[in-house]
Structures are given as C-alpha cells and as structure tokens.
C-alpha cells in the first residue's frame, strides 16, 4: 500500500472515484508528496443502530507518517472541502500514523 491511503467510509463509491481525479493532485501540491503515493479506497462500510442499518456522515481514515498537525490540518479542511462539493453536509478526517519502523516495502 503506497501513502498516503485514504480510506472513505459513508462515502458512495461513485463519489470516491470522483475525488480520485482531483484530490490526490491538491494533496500531492499542499503536502509535497508525489501525487502517485496517494491512494484512495472506498470499502464497503455498514453502520448499525438500535438493529437497524443506520446511514453515517462520510468518515475518511487517512493512514500516513505524521506530517505535523498544521500540515494534517490543511489536507483534513482539503479532503473535507472536498467531500463536501460532492453533496455531503459534514464530513470527518481522522490521522493514523504509521511510524517510519512499522513500514515496511518489499
């Protein structure tokens, strides 16, 4: 897997392949990572409330190394900015970080 990997939940996959277009481009620009590291996943997500299938907000995991919280600030408000034009009314970004030791490409 090449990172950045941003993995959308609550996002249709239409829309995904959408923003697959754009955004890798304007988060390569903003952070200075080769545009082709990114990569955009859209799993098939299934929420559950009270036994019942429950529609979520769109929720984008973005698994990459700490790039330090001003430079993770900007890509979340780009991703959600994003999202948003797709016809979303709110979306949340959360980072995982992934330590440089824990990388491993063979």
């Not at 996002?11 to 277009?21: A, E, F, H, R, Y």
């Not at 997500?45 to 429950?54: E, S």
């Amino acid at each position: 897997v090449i990172m950045p990997q941003l993995i959308f939940k609550g996002v249709i996959p239409d829309v995904v392949q959408k923003l697959s277009i754009a955004l890798p481009k304007q988060l390569a620009e903003l952070s200075d990572t080769p545009v082709d590291y990114f990569t955009l996943e859209c799993p098939e997500t299934k929420y559950f409330r009270d036994g019942k299938i429950h529609d979520m907000y769109p929720l984008v995991e973005v698994l990459q190394y700490d790039r330090g919280v001003a430079m993770e600030k900007q890509m979340a408000q780009c991703i959600a900015d994003a999202v948003k034009a797709e016809g979303y009314t709110m979306c949340e970004v959360y980072f995982i970080h992934i330590g440089k030791d824990d990388y491993y490409e063979f």
